[in-house]
């Protein structure tokens, strides 16, 4: 296994829009091996988006037991394909992004969605989920679209913030 090193803004790769994942073969399995143990690597980290390591697939890795503080949780997630299907219930969080190290920022998230993805041997699943793991899933998708959560805030004065390393 190999840890991938990650895509950080500005790199034209995190605009870009990702491509559906067809072929269901070992190579994605290798290559989902490696997103895991990079996400992994990167202490508290919640989810990685496959642009961010470089491959413009539309996979998304998500596992908030990794997170600083406990959050109910479903352990780790490797979503391919994912489409939400329903949203509601949206609250101003705070997100953080592997790609953007030193800003954090509040961002309006649906805390409840419904989403459809494909699983590692290429079945349809439907999920639903909630608070935080719905808000980190949602943050992920995005970079599928080649948006960031600098796209989303409307006041960087009030919106964005240095972040604190610990
Ligand atoms: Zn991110």
Same mark, same amino acid.
């Given at each position: ?31 989902? $091996? ?33 997170? $600083? ?14 489409? *939400? ?14 790609? *953007? ?7 309006? $998230? ?26 980190? *899933? ?14 989303? *805030? ?13």
């Amino acid at each position: 296994m190999t840890v991938l090193s990650i895509h950080e803004f500005p790199d034209p790769i995190l605009k870009q829009v990702s491509e559906k994942v067809t072929v269901f073969d070992l190579s994605l399995e290798g290559f989902i $091996r490696d997103a895991v143990e990079t996400l992994n690597s990167h202490k508290y980290c919640v989810g990685l988006a496959a642009p961010q390591i470089g491959q413009l697939k539309r996979i998304v890795f998500i596992d908030i037991s990794r997170a $600083r503080k406990p959050h109910p949780n479903n352990g780790l997630l490797v979503l391919i394909n994912p489409l *939400i299907l329903e949203k509601s219930n949206y609250k101003i969080v705070r997100e953080g992004c592997l790609s *953007i190290p030193d800003f954090t920022a509040n961002v309006k $998230r649906a805390m409840n969605i419904t989403l459809a993805y494909q699983d590692i041997k290429g079945e349809t699943k439907v999920f639903v989920t909630q608070d935080f793991e719905a808000h980190a *899933i949602q943050h992920e998708i995005d970079h599928l679209d080649g948006v960031l959560f600098l796209d989303k *805030i409307t006041n960087p004065s009030s919106d964005l913030f240095r972040r604190v390393r610990y």
